[in-house]
C-alpha cells in the first residue's frame, strides 16, 4: 500500500523484514567472497583461521601465490583489459555512427534495419558465438582452399573474442548515444552554421559536448560488460583466457582464495566505477545500468 | 544546391557502411552459416549432404529433448520467481519509500550486478558447498547432524538464476510503476478496494508493460546463461547451453551444435513472441525499455 494510505502494523513491518531478507539475499554472496579473501586457510571454507593478506601479496616462497604474484591472473587481467579497450573503442564508433544514421537521416528500409540493429540482444550469448565461430573458420577454410592464405585471426582467440562481444555491445551502444542524440536541439546547430561555423567546428564545439556525458556512459558500460562477459567468450576463446573464462576454470577445480582476492579486486574496480558514473548521471539523466549479457 | 544533396548521400554512405558491416558480417551471415551447418550431414570425410538428420537425432535421442524442456521448464519457474521477488522491491522503491531512501534503495539494488556473474557465483558456491558457510551454520545451529551438500540441486539453480535475473526484472518494474499515479490508488482505496483488488484491478493493468519487458528479457537470460546452472548444478544441471558447448568445443560436431543453438533460439524467439502477443507490445519498444 503507498505511502498517503494508512498502513497497518503488520503491514510495515512485513515490508521491512522483506526488504531486509532482499537486501541480505543480493549481499550475502558478496560478503562472503570479499570476507575469505583474507582467511589465513588453503581452501576459501570455514572456519576462520585468522586474518592474512597472503591471497594478494604472498610471492610463493610459503607455498602461496597471492594475486600480484600469480603470472596466470595478472596475464588474464590484461588480456581482459586489452579485449575491453577493442570492443569499447569499436563500440562507440559504430554506435556513434549508428546514432546519427538513424537519428538524422531517412532512407529506405531504415525500418527493417532498427529491428536489425536491436536483435543482438534477443540472441543468446552462447549463439552468438557458436555463429561467429563457424562463419570465421568457414571464411579461413575458403581463404587457405581458394587462395592458400592463412588468416590466423579468424581462428578462436582474442580478435574473434572482440568481435564477439562487440556483435551485441554495438546494439547497447547505439541504443544509449541514439537516446542522448534524439533530445539534442538540432537548432543549435543551425544557428552556428548561420553564424559562419563550418560542419566540423559545429560538431566539436556543439554536438561532441552534448553529447559527452553519453560518450562517457557508454564507454563505461561497454568497458564492464567486455570485461564481465561470459557466454559468448567461452566460444570463442583460444590459448589467451580472459579473466572471467581463467576464474570459470580454476572455479571447476575446485577454488583457491586467490580468486577471493581477484574478486574483491574486481568488486572494487565496478563500485568505483559504477558509484562515479551514478554521480555524474544524476546530475545529467537517470542512473545508468548494465543490460544483458 | 547540387553539391549538398551529394553531400548528404555521401554521409549517408559513410553511415551506412558500419551498420552493415557490423550486422552482415557478425550477426547476419553468421546465422545463415550455422543454419547450412545445422541442415546437412557427414556422410564421408570432406562429404556432406544436405538432411534433416541432425533435428532428427534431437527428438530421437530422449536425454537431448529432455534436457530441452527442462531447461525451458526451469527457465519459466526462474522467471515466475523473479517476478514475485522483484515486485515487492520495485513496489517499496517506488512506493513507499520516501524520496532519499527510495533512490539509495534504488541504487543498492544496482550495485551487485555490476560485479561479474563469475563473482557472484563464486560466492554461492562458498556458501553452499559442503564444506561452505551455510552448512557449517546449519550444523552449528543443530539443525543437521553432518553437513548437507546444498549444490547440485534444482532448487540451487533456480535460486542461483534468480539472483543474477533480478536486477533485470526490477529496472523495468520501478520504472513501469514510477508512472503510476498514486491518486489512482488512492481513489481506489476511499471508493472501498482491498489491497488485492487494488493490484489485480489498477497496478497490474498499468505495470504490465513492465512486467512484460522484465519476464521476457529475464527469460532469454536465463535460457541462455550457462555459468550459474553449470557452476551451481555441475554434472546433475542439464542445461541444453552445456550441450551446445559440448556438441561445438567438445566433441568438434557442429552440425548437431548447430542444430541445437537454432532449436534454443527458436524457443527464446517463440517465448518472446507469445509475451509480446499476449501483452500487445512491440518488440521495439519493449527492448528500448528494457
Known sequence: MIASLPRPLWLRAATALYVGAFLIFLFV???????????????PAPPWHGFTLDWFVADGTKGRVGLFHDAEVLSSLWTSLVVAVWVTALSLLVGSANAFLMERYRFPGKQALSVLMLTPLVIPGVILGISILSLSSRVAELADDLFGWDLDFLRPGLPLVVFGQFSYIATIATLMISARLKRFDQTLEEAALNLGASHAAVLR?????YLRPALIGCSAISFLMS??????????????SPLTIMMYGRMREGASPVLNAVSLFLMLASAGLALTLLRGSSRASRPSQPAAT | MNSRIWQRRLMLTLLLAPALLWLLSLIVLPHLQLAILSLRERIAPHVYEPSLAQYRTFFAEPLYWQVFVRTAFISVAATALTLLVAFPIAWVITKVARARASALLFVVCLIPFWVSETVRALGWLILLRQTGVLPALLVKLGLAAVPPELLYHDATILTGLVYTSLLFMVVPLVNSLESLDNSLVEAAYDLGAGGWAILRKIVIPHAAPGITAGCIVVFMLTLGNYLTPNLLGGKNSQWFTELIYSQFIVRFNWEQGAAFGFLLLGLSTAIVAV??????????DVMRRS
Open chain 1, 227 to 240: 570485461f564481465e562477459n561470459f557466454n559468448t567468450t567461452l566460444m570463442l576463446v583460444g590459448s589467451d
Open chain 1, 29 to 43: 554472496p558478496l560478503v562472503t567472497v570479499a570476507v575469505f579473501a583474507f582467511n589465513d586457510a588453503n581452501y
Open chain 2, 275 to 284: 509475451g509480446l502477443r499476449l501483452s500487445g507490445q512491440r518488440f521495439v
Open chain 1, 205 to 209: 564545439t556543439i554536438t561532441f559536448p
